[in-house]
């Protein structure tokens, strides 16, 4: 079974600091993904990867930048943290095949800027 | 640009009646649309997905159908119980692994 964990299930934060969240995986998937989930809005992709040093903006990436060393992590970091930024990430992710694979999830992280 | 439109926002089905979700997108090229549950407080769970190659697939008391030419697709509930109240997603994949989700239903199971 996919299992994809993200380090923290509750973070609160100043506005200002720079704040890291972090997922790993342990399915070997090549494709990794950030999403922010808020009422209304759906999931919104921030940023994915599809390779080791790889990324691409997806559709809200203002305010985030990301890092995959390795494989099985993907660190989602907002460099300084405001309070339009509370909201709840989730991490995912995916095998690479031509053949389009599901996108697993992570537990959340529902993060707070005060 | 990229859209997945997903209606309603909120379902309210008696217990044992059928639900139906449908979706929108925008892009002709893609190819995997798959739906995925959220129960309150936990991950969102695929609970079934449907490939362009075909225009239905069925899994138990889920169906989805996909329409390629109007570019929609939906997805069936039938014989409704309580724990399949929770916000439901659709997504459609644009270009390489990205997708778009909807922005969700919450199906509401009435005993």
């Known amino acids: 079974d996919v299992k994809v964990t993200q380090s923290s299930r509750y973070l609160v934060k100043r506005t200002g600091e720079k704040v890291f969240l972090e997922c790993v995986q342990d399915?070997?998937?090549?494709?990794m993904f950030w999403y922010r989930q808020d009422p209304g809005l759906g999931l919104r992709l921030i940023y994915f990867?599809?390779?080791?040093?790889?990324?691409e903006k997806g559709d809200i990436p203002e305010g985030y930048s990301v890092s995959r060393e390795k494989k099985e992590r993907f660190s989602l970091i907002l460099e300084s943290a405001s309070t339009n930024q509370t909201s709840m990430y989730l991490c995912?992710?995916?095998?690479?095949?031509?053949?389009?694979?599901?996108?697993?999830f992570g537990d959340g992280t529902r993060l707070s800027i005060l | 640009g990229e859209n997945v439109e997903q209606h309603p926002s909120t379902l309210s089905v008696q217990e044992g009646d059928s639900a139906v979700i449908k979706c929108t997108y925008s892009?002709?090229?893609?190819?995997?649309f798959p739906w995925y549950k959220q129960e309150l407080g936990k991950r969102p769970q695929l609970i079934i997905d449907?490939?362009?190659?075909?225009g239905e697939k069925k899994d138990q008391r889920i169906a989805v159908t996909l329409n390629k030419t109007a570019k929609h697709f939906s997805l069936h509930i039938t014989e409704t119980q309580p724990e399949d109240s929770a916000v439901y997603f659709c997504?459609?994949?644009?270009?390489?692994?990205?997708?778009?989700f909807g922005t969700g239903t919450r199906l509401t199971i009435i005993p």
């Open positions: 995912a992710s995916s095998r690479g095949t031509v053949w389009r694979e599901p996108q697993h």
């Open positions: 399915m070997d998937h090549e494709n």
């Open positions: 990867s599809y390779d080791v040093k790889m990324k």
């Open positions: 892009d002709s090229a893609s190819n995997y």
């Open positions: 449907i490939r362009s190659n075909v």
């Open positions: 997504a459609a994949n644009f270009g390489n692994e990205k997708l778009t």
